[in-house]
C-alpha cells in the first residue's frame, strides 16, 4: 500500500462526507459529532491497509460479476492534500481505471473496520453501477433541456450559456439520491462478502449531517439508508 496523492482526476462522485459543507446542510441534533484528527494513527493506518485487502478483490469479483463491460481494475488511493474534510469518493482517472480515494481525516474519523468497509463497498458500488456515465448522462440532458428553451425564448447567448449551466446542475442532482440508496444496496453486499458487518458498517452514518429530504439534494436521509442496508443484509 502506498500513499498517493491524488491528482489529475476526472468526474467525481458519490462523495461520504462527514463535516458540512454549506448553509443548508446543517446537523441534525440528533447526529454524533467528535473532533475529528487531522492525521490517522498507525493503527488507522494498518486498519486501512487490512481493509483494502479484504475489500478491493471482492469489489472486483462483484464488478466482473455485474458489469463484465467495464474496466475492474479498482486503485485505491490517499487523498493526502492538506486541508481536506473526512471524505471518500469514487471517480476516474484519464485512462478510464476507477479510483476510491480516502481522505486522511476520513480515515481518521471511523470507529472500526466495518464502518471503513462499508464505506469501501459503498465506493466501489458506485463505479459498478456506472454512476458517473449515468450522472454526466443526465448533466447533457438537463442542459440541452433548459439550454433549449431559453433558446426557443430568444433569450440573449449570455442567459443561454446560464441556462445551459443551471440545466446541468439539475440533471446532475435529479438522480443523485437513487444513486446513492443503489451504492448503499450494493455496497452493503461487498461489505458482507469480504466478512464485514454491513449493519455495524451502516452506524458510520450517524456520524454524517443528516441531509432530510431536501428538493434537489445529493444524499437522502440517513434514516432511509440505514434501512436500506438493514433490508439487503437482512437477506443475506
Not at 496523492?5 to 476526472?10: P, R
Not at 428553451?149 to 446560464?162: E, F, N, P, R, Y
Not at 442532482?173 to 455495524?200: C, M, Q, W
Not at 434501512?227 to 443475506?236: M, S
Request: hydrophobic content about 40%.
Amino acid at each position: 500500500m502506498r500513499w498517493i496523492t491524488v491528482l489529475g482526476l476526472v468526474a467525481l462522485v458519490g462523495c461520504v462526507e462527514v463535516v458540512d459543507q454549506g448553509p443548508v446542510n446543517r446537523p441534525a441534533p440528533q447526529a454524533t459529532q467528535r473532533p475529528v484528527a487531522a492525521t490517522p494513527s498507525r493503527a488507522q493506518v494498518q486498519q486501512f491497509i487490512t481493509v483494502v485487502q479484504r475489500v478491493e478483490p471482492v469489489a472486483e469479483r462483484e464488478c466482473r460479476a455485474r458489469s463484465p463491460q467495464s474496466n475492474c481494475d479498482f486503485r485505491i488511493v490517499v487523498d493526502d492534500r492538506p486541508g481536506q474534510p473526512p471524505n471518500a469518493y469514487q471517480t476516474l482517472d484519464r485512462n478510464g481505471q476507477p479510483i476510491l480515494a480516502f481522505t486522511l481525516p476520513l480515515i481518521a474519523q471511523v470507529r472500526n473496520p466495518d464502518e471503513l468497509a462499508f464505506v469501501m463497498g459503498h465506493e466501489a458500488a458506485h463505479h459498478i453501477s456506472g454512476h458517473i456515465p449515468r450522472q454526466q448522462q443526465n448533466a447533457a440532458a438537463g442542459a440541452i433541456l433548459l439550454g433549449g428553451l431559453a433558446a426557443i425564448t430568444g433569450a440573449s447567448q449570455t442567459v443561454v450559456d446560464q441556462a445551459l449551466d443551471i440545466g446541468a446542475g439539475v440533471g446532475a442532482r435529479s438522480y443523485s439520491k437513487n444513486f446513492e440508496l443503489e451504492a448503499d444496496a450494493l455496497g452493503t453486499v461487498i461489505t458482507h462478502r469480504a466478512g464485514y458487518n454491513p449493519v455495524r458498517g451502516a452506524e458510520f452514518f450517524s456520524q454524517l449531517p443528516d441531509p432530510g429530504n431536501r428538493f434537489l439534494g445529493t444524499h437522502p436521509p440517513n434514516a432511509q439508508r440505514i434501512e436500506t442496508v438493514r433490508r439487503v443484509a437482512a437477506g443475506l
